[in-house]
């Protein structure tokens, strides 16, 4: 188990960038599969991207593929989403969790994961 905290997130324009970050504590970090999900008013939580316990493998969703990239520094515990020319509809609670032990490909379903941060709004204004 891992304990996670999310930062980073706020209100930006349409256009705008964002970074956030998951600051892991715990020695078993570098071991597992991080994700950043999102949960949007009124819909289901949503795995917007993944990266493996080494940072060799990432998943995206649709939606965010060419803005959105995520990178992890296992040496800081920590794992970054870099949001770019944000829309409105990014915006949504987004959480960080940890799962999917040393597997190679990073996992997008909630199930496989089982640690979770507490959330950041992001919200984008047109």
């Known amino acids: 188990q891992v304990q996670l905290v999310e930062s980073g997130g706020g209100l930006v324009q349409a256009g705008g960038s964002l970074r956030l970050s998951c600051a892991a504590s715990g020695r078993t970090f570098s071991s597992y599969a991080m994700g950043w999900f999102r949960q949007i008013v009124g819909k289901e939580r949503e795995c917007v991207a993944a990266?493996?316990?080494?940072?060799?493998?990432?998943n995206y969703a649709d939606s965010v593929k060419g803005r959105f990239t995520i990178s992890r520094d296992n040496a800081k515990n920590t794992v970054y989403l870099q949001m770019n020319s944000l829309k409105p509809e990014d915006t949504a609670v987004y959480y960080c969790?940890?799962?999917?032990?040393?597997?190679?490909?990073?996992?997008?379903?909630?199930?496989?994961?089982?640690?979770w941060g507490q959330g950041t709004q992001v919200t984008v204004s047109s």
């Open positions: 990266i493996s316990w080494s940072g060799g493998s990432t």
């Open positions: 969790a940890a799962g999917g032990w040393r597997l190679v490909v990073p996992p997008t379903a909630q199930d496989e994961y089982r640690s």
